[in-house]
């Protein structure tokens, strides 16, 4: 009897502890451009984070199709998803989503709380959980949602806490990059070592982008990977100002940060 239960115990203290490891990974798996041969670029972002408590999903790209032309490429098996995290409505970063609920029911989906109903309602028709997102919360440990940020279209980022700062994952950042950055910054108090993801500033100009780079800057940025609906010349004027610090993006990249 006291055997069997020494093996229950290790076996909830293993379960506990699968898949923590000493640094996150991010792969991106739908982007604008690829890095991996063979897989597809397309208008769109998705990215798997691993190596925390939970295995999550951010964002699912537009075409289902290409998501998983790009999965089977990486040799990635959603299988693994324990959460998944939509930053905003539009169909660049929801449209996989649905591809991935056929596959796999009763994981979680987080999403700003002014989602419409009918998209909450396709989740749960589709057997997964709802979880309406208002303020920041740690979805599992160090990785936190940064809560419904207001903007022309209303968005939340993912943050993760390392030793070396947060990483902040934007979608579209529609509310402004360094809006996201800077309330990350204030929920954690703590600087921002590197962002990534889709920054949205096809419209802006070289002094827009400075400016940026400048807060950026000042919140203790490091590192920067602006990719997606960036803007061409906007990531390029990333790429000049970060350096060797600019960490290219693309379908297939593998982004190692240590804890
Ligand atoms: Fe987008
Ligand atoms: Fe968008």
Same mark, same amino acid.
């Given at each position: 009897?006291?055997?069997?239960?020494?093996?229950?115990?290790?076996?909830?203290?293993?379960?506990?502890? /699968?898949?923590?490891?000493?640094?996150?990974?991010?792969?991106?798996?739908?982007? @604008?451009?690829?890095? $991996?041969?063979? $897989?597809?670029?397309?208008?769109?972002?998705?990215?798997? &984070?691993?190596?925390?408590?939970?295995?999550?999903?951010?964002?699912?790209?537009?075409?289902?199709?290409?998501? #998983?032309?790009?999965?089977?490429?990486?040799?990635?098996?959603?299988?693994?998803?324990?959460?998944?995290?939509?930053?905003?409505?539009?169909?660049?970063?929801?449209?996989?989503?649905?591809?991935?609920?056929?596959?796999?029911?009763?994981?979680?989906?987080?999403?700003?709380?002014?989602?419409?109903?009918?998209?909450?309602? #396709?989740?749960?028709?589709?057997?997964?959980?709802?979880?309406?997102?208002?303020?920041?919360?740690?979805?599992?440990?160090?990785?936190?949602?940064?809560?419904?940020?207001?903007?022309?279209?209303?968005?939340?980022? &993912?943050?993760? @806490?390392? *030793?070396?700062?947060? !990483?902040?994952?934007? *979608?579209? /950042?529609?509310?402004?990059?360094?809006?996201?950055?800077?309330?990350?910054?204030?929920?954690?108090?703590?600087?921002?070592?590197? !962002?990534?993801?889709?920054?949205?500033?096809?419209?802006?100009?070289?002094?827009?982008?400075?400016? &940026? &780079? *400048?807060?950026? #800057?000042?919140?203790? !940025?490091?590192?920067?990977?602006?990719?997606?609906?960036?803007?061409?010349?906007?990531?390029?004027?990333? #790429?000049?100002?970060?350096?060797? @610090?600019?960490?290219?993006?693309?379908? *297939?990249?593998?982004?190692?940060? /240590?804890?």
């Amino acid at each position: 009897m006291k055997k069997w239960f020494f093996c229950l115990m290790a076996l909830v203290v293993l379960s506990g502890t /699968a898949g923590a490891a000493d640094e996150f990974r991010v792969t991106i798996l739908y982007d @604008n451009t690829a890095h $991996t041969p063979g $897989t597809k670029a397309d208008w769109g972002f998705a990215c798997l &984070i691993e190596g925390a408590e939970k295995t999550i999903l951010f964002d699912t790209g537009t075409q289902p199709d290409i998501l #998983r032309h790009n999965l089977e490429s990486l040799g990635i098996d959603l299988d693994t998803v324990d959460q998944v995290v939509i930053s905003h409505e539009h169909g660049d970063h929801t449209g996989g989503l649905w591809f991935f609920l056929e596959k796999k029911t009763g994981v979680p989906v987080y999403f700003p709380a002014s989602f419409s109903s009918g998209f909450s309602r #396709r989740v749960e028709s589709a057997g997964a959980g709802t979880v309406r997102v208002t303020e920041p919360q740690e979805i599992c440990k160090d990785v936190w949602v940064t809560g419904e940020i207001k903007g022309p279209v209303n968005e939340l980022g &993912i943050f993760l @806490n390392t *030793g070396q700062g947060l !990483v902040v994952i934007s *979608g579209c /950042a529609h509310p402004g990059i360094a809006v996201m950055v800077r309330h990350a910054r204030s929920v954690a108090n703590k600087d921002v070592y590197f !962002v990534f993801g889709g920054f949205h500033l096809m419209e802006k100009s070289k002094a827009e982008v400075d400016a &940026i &780079i *400048g807060e950026f #800057r000042e919140a203790g !940025v490091r590192k920067c990977g602006a990719t997606h609906c960036t803007g061409e010349q906007q990531i390029e004027w990333f #790429r000049q100002a970060y350096g060797e @610090n600019f960490v290219e993006m693309g379908v *297939g990249r593998v982004i190692r940060i /240590a804890k």
